[in-house]
């Protein structure tokens, strides 16, 4: 089957746009800032912003640490709304072992979402917040004003922290790789931001939003799928946490009944849908 997001086929469709687009948006800087910049950095996807971000283009550290750093990232990238709750870096020796742990499992014990996050994924930002504030399962965005950045919480649970922090990656995974067809497809032609019912925020939200939820939650049992099929997974958190996402997945797809689809975006519709029939 010729897929678009999974299978050879799937990364070879991300691999190609992904080159197009980093080329072009190293292009832009370049030419922008008379620069001559050899390699892509998330933070030229905020056009709007390249001489403040200019900093830390050269940072290839999967996850930056630099306090300068960060604090242009907060001011750049934590707003208004729930984002402007957190604060950047700073986590404990502790969390920093369970976020590099998390990253192992995805990287190692896994195919499909192992190659994608490779390829899709510059930085890992980690996020701080006091457990009272956001789920325990952990916080987390990405956005398309930074394409190859995912910016992460790790969890505050008394177990199972590095499983879900992986499974949470895995997550934003899946948004990076819809942010790629998004830089040459509109994906939705018409009710781009018409309300949709999310299976993840359990609300309507704009249209593209949710079709990101419905992605996400494929990336999220694509991922635990391969991670059962090379480790003892017969938990049962791995068990709930498996059945409850594949029914908000499975559930989802009614949601977009109304919704118009471009040609491409059809071909990414139809292609969730027929993964949904083989889990």
């Not at 086929?9 to 691999?15: D, Q, R, W």
């Not at 050899?38 to 283009?57: D, H, I, K, Q, R």
């Not at 550290?61 to 750093?69: A, F, M, N, Q, V």
């Not at 799928?225 to 029914?247: G, H, I, R």
């Amino acid at each position: 089957m010729d897929s678009w997001f999974f299978e050879n086929s799937g990364f070879a469709k991300i691999t190609e746009l992904n080159g197009a687009y980093t080329n072009k948006a190293t292009a832009f800087v370049n030419d922008t800032l008379s620069k001559n910049y050899t390699g892509y950095s998330p933070w030229m996807s905020n056009v709007e912003n390249l001489a403040t971000l200019e900093l830390l283009f050269t940072d290839k550290k999967l996850i930056p640490s630099d306090r300068e750093s960060l604090n242009i990232l907060e001011r750049m990238y934590l707003g208004d709304g729930i984002e402007s709750r957190l604060c950047l870096g700073g986590i404990s020796d502790a969390e920093m072992s369970t976020l590099k742990n998390a990253i192992s499992l995805v990287k190692d014990c896994s195919s499909d979402i192992s190659r994608l996050f490779s390829e899709v994924v510059r930085h890992i930002v980690p996020i701080n917040t006091d457990a009272g504030h956001f789920q325990k399962i952990g916080n987390g965005f990405s956005s398309h004003l930074a394409k190859g950045a995912v910016f992460l919480s790790v969890p505050k649970m008394e177990n199972n922290n590095e499983l879900q922090l992986a499974i949470n990656i895995a997550h934003e995974v899946g948004h990076q790789c819809l942010y790629i067809y998004q830089t040459a497809d509109p994906i939705i032609s018409e009710g781009l931001h018409k309300p949709v019912y999310s299976s993840v925020r359990k609300a309507e939200r704009p249209a593209i939003q949710s079709f990101h939820a419905t992605v996400a939650l494929a990336f999220m049992i694509k991922f635990l799928n391969e991670l059962n099929d090379v480790k003892d997974t017969k938990t049962k958190y791995f068990a709930d946490t498996k059945e409850k996402l594949t029914s908000d997945f499975l559930a989802s797809f009614d949601s977009f009944s109304e919704i118009q689809f471009t040609e491409i975006g059809q071909l990414l519709f139809n292609d969730l849908r027929s993964y949904a029939r083989t889990i």
